[in-house]
């Protein structure tokens, strides 16, 4: 073969080389680009279902903190403890906002648990108010109901926590 003609053909075979070349490591570092921003936008969901489960978790405790220390206030005060008891309804507000937050981000698996626990607090308030309206305090029917819907209440709660760990993989450990 001619010096020349091997030279020139050996140049055109180096050019396609480094193109394939060029075209290849293009390519790969496209599809890495693509899979580091599907784990960046996974971590970003988590970490915003994250905060919600959390939002719900804590309109909750708050509720039920401020419902306990309103029943506290009633042991003392039926007047301030009524007062207290009506504020405590109001901190309840909340939370029925931030299950509808658990609705929205999902999963759909988390609906059905962020419901549950919004009602079984509910139910703790319900069973709560006739010493808001002036009920004895030491009547035995009410306080029956009363721990019902607490320990009822109890369950649901750490069955959305499981839920919620499960959902962002955390593990019940």
């Known amino acids: 073969m001619d010096p020349g003609l091997a030279a020139v053909f050996g140049a055109a075979v180096g050019v396609?080389?480094?193109?394939?070349?060029?075209?290849?490591?293009?390519?790969?570092?496209?599809?890495?680009?693509r899979t580091q921003l599907q784990a960046d936008h996974l971590r970003w969901k988590r970490e915003v279902r994250?905060?919600?489960?959390?939002?719900?978790?804590?309109?909750?405790?708050?509720?039920?903190?401020?419902?306990?220390?309103?029943?506290?206030?009633?042991?003392?005060?039926?007047?301030?403890?009524?007062?207290?008891?009506?504020e405590a309804w109001r901190v309840l507000a909340p939370v029925e906002s931030a299950a509808a937050a658990v609705q929205?981000?999902?999963?759909?698996?988390?609906?059905a648990p962020a419901t549950d626990l919004a009602k079984a607090l509910f139910s703790v308030f319900k069973a709560a108010y006739p010493?808001?309206?002036?009920?004895a305090l030491d009547d035995p029917d009410l306080i029956a109901a009363y721990r019902r819907a607490c320990s009822a209440f109890e369950s649901v709660e750490k069955g959305f926590v499981a839920s919620a760990q499960r959902c962002l993989d955390i593990g019940a450990g």
Do not use: F, H, K
């Open 16 to 33: 396609i080389g480094s193109a394939l070349t060029g075209a290849l490591t293009w390519a790969a570092s496209r599809a890495q680009m």
């Open 50 to 86: 994250r905060e919600t489960y959390l939002g719900l978790l804590n309109s909750v405790r708050a509720a039920r903190g401020a419902l306990a220390a309103s029943l506290d206030e009633l042991n003392v005060s039926l007047e301030d403890g009524q007062r207290s008891t009506a």
């Open 104 to 111: 929205l981000e999902g999963p759909t698996e988390m609906a």
């Open 131 to 135: 010493w808001r309206e002036g009920s």
